[in-house]
């Protein structure tokens, strides 16, 4: 089935301080019944007029100076049944929010990255049980620094080698440079997820993480942090290209993704949405960086006037919601889009399937191969379905997919820190009560 969206109607109009472009798109009652012959969707319409209450919730955000403004697409079975833009792509300039916005998407680079990983592993060039050692050699033996309960640590071998699947499920006990060890990995200068601002490729700092005490033993916790970026290394060491280059060819371009870069191009300055920080709970504008300014990720980055030298796997692109969306309904497809196949069906059901076992993790929610998984609504206390998968971004963005449903959402906005926020669990709830 060719992706296409359904007919659309548009309203645009200005509320409040901001402006809002939106269209709604599906069909109800007798309209959705006399379509049906030929959309034939695979799941019950979801209401366009319920879906509007988003419309006005959004607003209230910017009205209160709680966000600038934001992007939303909602599609269901491959067609757009609600798109907003609200807000200001950048509101000291009065610059309103455009459905093409570029955004920041910080860790939402992770799934393309282990997509990525995927696409090796179907053609026989890694498996995601191997070692990490046995294309990084220096990863071969890692050690782990654990506590004295003095305010020092100790450091100890890793238990075991440390795995491609490890790096996938975030369960090789490698942090964003926190932990036991923290000050080793402080001096090493690797902290924090940002890498826009350095002068030396990716794969270089990974090479000198391995030395550090890493946060907990392989295979025995949780622990978010640079994994992803050391997968993209290992793309870039088994393709033989940079991770920039390979993305770009097996999954940006296939899939007409038209704004997704790791930097800016100059051109598309005027789109790129600004950077707000939470503070007192109103955005404010955060800074511009300092030249030679190190670890400054609040701020609007590097990504027009950095080094661009340094492609992070695990956080470091640009986007916009309809590329994004477009991405998320080739995973919701089983790995297929418009006819070309990237990946297998049975390597997504791999990568959204739970592969924590008794790890511990928030209840009624699990993790596979690069996304965050819902295996129980009840005990997450929210609308939702089971099998739904999705993560979010450091800027604030969300985004999942419900193949229950045959839901993809994308919600971008540009808010470091966030603060005490709650739009993400009332955007979940105004879309799951428009279902059927």
Do not use: C
């Not at 309103?96 to 696409?119: H, N």
């Not at 890694?126 to 046995?134: C, E, S």
């Not at 088994?238 to 790791?262: H, M, W, Y």
């Not at 990568?351 to 609504?377: C, S, W």
């Amino acid at each position: 089935m060719k992706f296409r969206p359904h007919p659309t109607f548009g309203l645009k109009g200005v509320l409040g301080a901001g402006l809002i472009a939106l269209s709604l798109g599906g069909y109800t009652g007798a309209a959705f019944a006399q379509s049906a012959a030929t959309a034939a969707p695979a799941h019950g319409p979801i209401s366009t007029e319920r879906l509007a209450r988003l419309t006005p919730l959004l607003q209230t955000y910017v009205d209160e100076g709680r966000i600038a403004g934001a992007v939303v697409i909602v599609q269901q079975d491959g067609h757009e049944v609600y798109s907003a833009a609200v807000g200001w792509r950048d509101k000291e300039a009065k610059a309103p929010m455009g459905k093409d916005a570029i955004f920041r998407i910080a860790s939402q680079t992770k799934a393309l990255t282990s997509v990525a990983v995927m696409m090796l592993m179907e053609e026989g060039r890694l498996l995601i049980n191997d070692p990490v050692g046995k294309y990084l050699p220096e990863w071969s033996k890692t050690t782990v620094a654990v506590s004295d309960g003095k305010g020092g640590y100790e450091v100890v071998p890793a238990k075991r080698p440390i795995t491609l699947r490890d790096l996938l499920t975030h369960t090789a006990g490698i942090s964003y440079g926190t932990g036991a060890g923290e000050k080793a990995w402080r001096e090493a200068g690797i902290t924090g997820w940002y890498f826009a601002d350095r002068t030396e490729p990716v794969s270089a700092v990974v090479a000198r993480m391995a030395a550090l005490p890493m946060a907990a033993q392989p295979g025995e916790q949780f622990v978010y942090g640079y994994n992803t970026d050391i997968l993209g290394a290992i793309v870039e060491k088994v393709s033989g290209q940079t991770l920039e280059a390979f993305l770009n060819e097996r999954l940006i371009r296939p899939l007409g993704l038209k704004d997704t870069a790791f930097y800016l191009p100059p051109e598309k300055t005027d789109r790129l949405s600004v950077v707000y920080s939470a503070k007192d709970g109103l955005a404010q504008r955060a800074p511009e960086p300092a030249d030679g300014q190190g670890g400054g990720y609040v701020n609007q980055g590097h990504y027009l006037n950095g080094p661009r030298v340094a492609f992070s796997g695990g956080a470091g692109l640009l986007s916009t919601a309809a590329d994004y969306s477009r991405f998320l309904e080739m995973l919701r497809r089983g790995g297929e889009l418009d006819g070309h196949r990237y990946l297998s069906r049975k390597s997504v059901e791999l990568m959204t399937g739970n592969h924590l076992g008794d790890i511990p993790y928030p209840a009624g929610k699990g993790f596979g191969l690069g996304f965050e998984l819902r295996t129980d609504v009840a005990l997450t206390g929210e609308l939702g379905s089971d099998g739904e998968f999705g993560w979010g971004g450091a800027y604030h963005s969300t985004y999942w997919v419900d193949p229950e449903q045959g839901l993809t959402v994308v919600y971008l906005t540009q808010l470091l820190p966030a603060g005490n926020i709650d739009d993400h669990g009332k955007l979940r709830a105004l879309i799951y009560q428009a279902l059927p």
